[in-house]
């Protein structure tokens, strides 16, 4: 036992109602892990579906990631997803997505239904949320057939079937509401008559992730699928990358590095988002520190996040089995510039060391994986 283990987050397995997608589903969210304001979970359609109803959020992004159910196939699972995205609820701007995808959409733009239009094996939804609040803008029309807005905040909205109690999401009566597939074509087909031509303005939102050729070794499947925040998408508040680990292997040096003020979060899970708490069978070690001289070993056997908090020190990531592949998921606030922190001896005293992407001239493995070097 060690007394950071607080900072492991073991993913519980959240059963919810959504008739069209796997159960249970999985992730960690903002309200789950204290002073954390950023979440993301797996969310898999296996079947011909719709998620949300036309809405908006008026101060923060919501982003998007879409890929199949394989993630040790990321690059060639097939399936179809079509995103309604643009200035008004009634006539948004539509957009056919066929390959690993991030969509970034910004404050007060409008955007869904999400339609799982080709579904092949299943599709995975990341929905990545910041802040403690989900509230959001929706549009319907008065008793005399005119637009009106109207706020539902997040964390008040009442149950449908029981006004009693909290909505929990849990999509039970969403899925009544499109019961069978002539249902949903018959919901779905307004937008699609009223689709505004494509202007532009909202392609740079749009990004297929990217096939990045690693240096990792042989043991992180190549290429992974990358997303590089602010240098893909000027929006974009975190960076990420898909490592799938086939084999036994240290990411990172032993040497404990901090990354100042930015927070980590390091997700493990298995590969396969269908079945994923049957499909994890790895042991991972990472040494967390409030500082270089009192690391402590955190280890992971079941899916889960280790949330690093600002100042801490981390050490190497050590994949120490792997039965099946493992997806290792690093995620970052991406700001301008990143930099790591190092202590080294310098006359019997200890020096810390400042390091940014611009003076790492030879970037190691630790580099490579946690700064995300540019090229």
């Known amino acids: 036992m060690s007394s950071l283990d607080h900072l492991i987050h073991p993913f519980v397995p959240q059963y919810h109602k959504w008739a069209r997608f796997v159960n249970p589903r999985t992730g960690f969210f903002s309200n789950d892990i204290p002073r954390v304001n950023f979440g993301t979970g797996f969310l898999v359609s296996n079947q011909f579906d719709i998620m949300e109803y036309p809405h ?78 989900w509230g959001k803008v929706l549009s319907r029309l008065d008793e005399n057939g005119n637009e009106e807005l109207y706020y539902e905040a997040g964390m008040e909205k009442h149950c449908e079937k029981d006004p009693t109690k909290k909505c929990t999401y849990c999509g039970e009566c969403i899925s009544e509401s499109y019961d069978g597939e002539a249902v949903m074509n018959k919901y779905l087909e307004k937008f699609y008559q009223n689709a505004a031509p494509r202007s532009g303005n909202y392609d740079k939102y749009i990004y297929e992730l990217r096939k990045d050729e690693h240096k990792l070794g042989d043991a992180v499947m190549n290429p992974r699928a990358v997303f590089k925040g602010i240098d893909d998408v000027d929006i974009a508040e975190h960076q990420f990358s898909f490592n799938i680990v086939t084999k036994p292997v240290k990411l990172g040096d032993d040497e404990p590095v901090s990354n100042g003020q930015q927070a980590e979060y390091l997700w493990f899970s298995g590969t396969d988002v269908t079945c994923e708490f049957e499909c994890f069978d790895a042991e991972i070690e990472v040494e967390v520190g409030e500082d270089p001289e009192h690391m ?75 700064l995300q070097i540019k090229r």
């Open 56 to 133: 908006l959020h008026e101060a923060t992004c919501e982003f998007f990631v879409f890929t199949g159910a394989e993630l040790d196939r990321i690059f060639d699972a097939e399936f179809q997803v079509d995103f309604f995205l643009g200035d008004s609820a009634n006539s948004m701007e539509l957009y056919h997505i066929t390959k690993p995808t991030v969509v970034c959409v910004p404050p007060s733009v409008w955007h869904c239904p999400i339609f799982y239009k080709k579904v092949v094996r299943g599709i995975n939804t990341m929905i990545l949320f910041t802040g403690a609040n």
């Open 296 to 370: 402590q070993k955190l280890i992971i056997d079941k899916p889960a996040v280790i949330t690093i908090p600002p100042g801490y020190w981390r050490g190497a990531v050590t994949v120490k089995r792997v039965g099946k592949p493992l997806c290792f998921i690093p995620w970052y606030q991406h700001t301008e510039k990143r930099y790591k922190i190092t202590q080294k001896l310098v006359d019997g005293g200890r020096l810390l060391v400042y390091n940014d992407e611009d003076t790492i001239a030879n970037p190691t493995p630790g580099d490579e994986l946690f």
